[in-house]
C-alpha cells in the first residue's frame, strides 16, 4: 500500500477537496458572467469528484482529479487577482482579500500539497493503477475485461 491509499490522508483530503468544493458551489449563484459561473461549477463538482473517489475505491484518481482541480481553481483566482481573465469579471482585479476567496485559496493549497505527497510515492500513477480503480469504481467493469 502507497501513501495514496492511507486512510488518515485520504479522510483529511476528501474534507478538504469537499469544503472547497462546497465554496465553490454555494457562491456559484453569485458569479455575475458565465464564464466566472462555468468555472466555479466545474471546481465544485470535480473537487467533490475527486474527494468521493478518495473515499472510495479510486484514491489515485481522486488525488489526481481532486488536486488538479484544486490546483486549477488556486490558479484562476490568482489570476482573477492580479491580471484579470477576458470576459470575467474585472472589478476583482486587486481583490485578494476576499474571505471565502481566502479560505478557498488555503483549502486548495493544503489539497494540492496532500495530492502531490500521496502521488509521488514509489507506485505514482500509473496507466495500469489507473485502470484497476476505474475498473473499482465503475459498476459493471471487472478486472478481465479488457
Not at 478538504?16 to 465554496?23: E, F, N, P, T
Not at 478518495?54 to 482541480?69: I, K, Q
Not at 476583482?92 to 493549497?109: F, K, M, Q, T, Y
Not at 500539497?113 to 476505474?134: C, K, N, P, R, S
Request: glycine share 12%; net charge negative.
Amino acid at each position: 500500500m502507497g501513501r495514496a491509499e492511507q486512510r488518515v490522508p485520504r479522510v483529511l483530503g476528501a474534507v478538504l477537496l469537499i469544503v472547497a468544493g462546497a465554496i465553490h458551489l454555494v457562491e456559484l449563484p453569485e458569479q455575475e458572467t458565465i464564464g466566472l459561473a462555468a468555472g466555479f461549477a466545474l471546481s465544485g463538482l470535480a473537487t467533490v469528484a475527486g474527494a468521493l473517489l478518495l473515499l472510495t475505491r479510486g484514491p489515485r484518481l481522486g488525488w489526481l482529479l481532486g488536486g488538479a482541480a484544486a490546483a486549477l481553481t488556486f490558479i484562476g483566482y490568482v489570476l482573477t487577482r492580479s491580471v484579470g481573465l477576458p470576459r470575467i469579471d474585472e472589478d476583482d482585479i486587486g481583490n485578494w482579500l476576499e474571505p471565502l476567496g481566502v479560505v478557498s485559496l488555503i483549502v486548495e493549497a493544503l489539497a494540492v500539497a496532500f495530492a502531490i505527497w500521496a502521488l509521488t510515492d514509489q507506485y505514482g500513477i500509473t496507466t495500469q493503477y489507473a485502470v484497476a480503480e476505474i475498473k473499482a469504481v465503475i459498476p459493471g467493469l471487472t478486472s478481465q475485461e479488457p
